[in-house]
């Protein structure tokens, strides 16, 4: 006994929200398309989880932060779902598909049988036992992914007012958690192993401008080392941690922050898996036609940078969902994914946003003394491929954005860096 449905959407985080908007706006009917997901909530916009939802005063909850508010569209509530006709199955996860039949099995024992699916199954937290260290169980070591966990860290939160918090990792987690524990009267220290934080984006110039200002706020930093174990009390909560260059740190609360892993295992053995994602071609089209996968958990082609890539934001998730519902739903009227790639953060009063690909020569411009506005340009093959600006206003990341997509040519990276944005103006 099962169900059948024409469309299925595995996972219900950002993409699986998008998608369905997608769906209502191109004509699906009642019955035809189901969600399924592991979570006990409609999708949400994830990246609230370490803003807003972290504040003392007024933190944002749900329902107010459900997909698709985060791109100023339709706030799509359970009541939604339902006047639409979509099914959405919470709280139940999937344990295996089989992609020949055309089938999923839920973990309560029900087959689900659709014509199309959409793998939309995000990524999971990298925990400390994979770097052999033991104690995640704890229950003041604290991840953040879902809802669940949010709702963890911030009871944890609460209870260590003026207290020490090591947050373990300098990537996007690390960054705005630590924001948000400073915001909380909370004495943050970050371990990394890196030589400065959001290596993989940030330059040494642009990163040391942000540490600086943590430092102001009281953020202390022990970069280039891991952390080796943690020290229990004896109801096994955390008491402090212990770090490979000897140093011990006391510790009311931890956050860690290494990294996540696609959501893949479904599909191992079926599908063909690349660069950690599952392929698909720029139709979001996996080895199976009948298959699509969106947002983390798929690599895709970039047109671009004519490479395959697999993105873990929250624009890429939005846009690989609308694009695939078009092919699905569309397809003679949808040409290729075309993406340029866009990530985003906020942390204090800082904002900034970095279009395309951090590859190449770096040029800085801006003011990096007085801190308001100030970016970066990176230019690889005498072309300019990415773009990096803190503080600017809507129409100059338009503007950046616009130049990035059109890679224009540079010859003088010394004229560059005097013109700093008025380059991109006038490309
Ligand atoms: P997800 O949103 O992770 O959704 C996956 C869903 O699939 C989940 O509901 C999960 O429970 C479900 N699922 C997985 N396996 C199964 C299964 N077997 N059965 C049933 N259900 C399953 N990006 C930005 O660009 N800017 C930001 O500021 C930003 N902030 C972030 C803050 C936080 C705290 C986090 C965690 C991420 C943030 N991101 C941000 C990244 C962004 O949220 C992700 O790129 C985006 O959520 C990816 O969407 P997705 O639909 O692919 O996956
Ligand atoms: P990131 O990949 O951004 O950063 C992980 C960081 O942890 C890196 O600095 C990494 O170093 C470091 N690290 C790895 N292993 C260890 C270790 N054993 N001990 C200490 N540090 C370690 O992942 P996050 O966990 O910060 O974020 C998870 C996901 O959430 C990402 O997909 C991210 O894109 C998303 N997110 C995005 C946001 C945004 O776009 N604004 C905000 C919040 C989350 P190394 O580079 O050397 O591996």
Redesign the pocket.
């Known amino acids: 006994m099962g169900r059948a449905y024409v469309y299925v959407i595995l996972g219900g985080g950002v993409s699986a929200g998008y998608a369905a908007l997608e769906f209502t706006r191109r004509g699906v009917s009642d019955g035809e398309l189901c969600i399924i997901s592991e979570e006990p909530v409609a999708p949400y916009e994830r990246?609230a989880l370490?803003k807003g939802f972290l504040l003392p005063e007024a933190p944002a909850r749900l329902p107010s932060f459900h997909t698709c508010v985060g791109a100023n569209d339709e706030k799509l509530t359970p009541k939604w779902y339902k006047e639409h006709g979509i099914e959405l199955v919470l709280g139940t996860r999937v344990k295996s598909v089989d992609v020949r039949r055309k089938t999923l099995l839920s973990s309560t024992g029900e087959t689900i049988s659709y014509k199309f699916l959409i793998i939309a199954t995000g990524?999971r937290?990298?925990k400390?036992e994979e770097?052999g260290v033991e104690g995640s169980d704890a229950e003041n070591v604290c991840y953040l992914r879902d809802l669940a966990d949010a709702n963890r860290l911030a009871t944890v939160i609460q209870s260590s007012s003026n207290g020490n918090a090591v947050v373990?990792?300098?990537?996007?987690?690390?960054m705005?958690c630590a924001a948000s524990l400073v915001i909380n009267k909370i004495n943050v220290t970050m371990?990394?192993?890196?030589a400065h934080c959001?290596?993989?984006l940030f330059t040494p110039k642009i990163a040391n401008l942000y540490e600086e200002y943590y430092r102001a706020k009281g953020v202390k930093f022990v970069k280039g080392t891991?952390?080796t174990s943690f020290e229990f009390d004896s109801n096994r909560k955390v008491t402090a941690v212990n770090l490979k260059d000897g140093s011990h740190l006391p510790a009311d609360l931890v956050v860690v922050?290494?990294?996540?892993r696609p959501n893949t295992s479904l599909f191992e053995g079926q599908l063909t898996i690349e660069k950690g994602g599952i392929k698909v071609n720029s139709k979001m089209q996996s080895s199976d036609s009948s298959v699509y996968a969106i947002g983390?958990v798929a690599t895709f082609p970039v047109k671009l940078f004519g490479e395959m890539r697999r993105l873990?934001?929250?624009d890429s998730a939005r846009k690989s969902a609308r694009h695939a519902v078009s092919v699905i739903m569309e397809p003679a009227k949808t040409g290729e994914f075309d993406y340029l790639p866009f990530?985003?953060?906020r942390v204090f009063a800082f904002s900034w946003q970095f279009y395309g690909d951090p590859a190449g020569e770096v040029v800085h411009f801006g003011d990096y003394e007085d801190g308001k506005q100030f970016g970066a340009y990176w230019v690889k093959k005498g072309h300019l491929v990415g773009s990096f600006l803190e503080g600017g206003t809507k129409e100059e990341y338009e503007i950046i954005s616009k130049a990035t997509q059109l890679k224009p040519a540079v010859t003088d990276l010394e004229e560059l860096e005097r013109e700093g944005l008025k380059f991109a103006q006038t490309v």
């Open positions: 990246p370490s990524a937290a990298l400390l770097f373990i990792g300098g990537g996007y987690i690390g705005e371990v990394f192993p890196e959001m290596a993989r891991v952390l922050g290494i990294g996540i983390d873990e934001h929250v990530f985003y953060s």
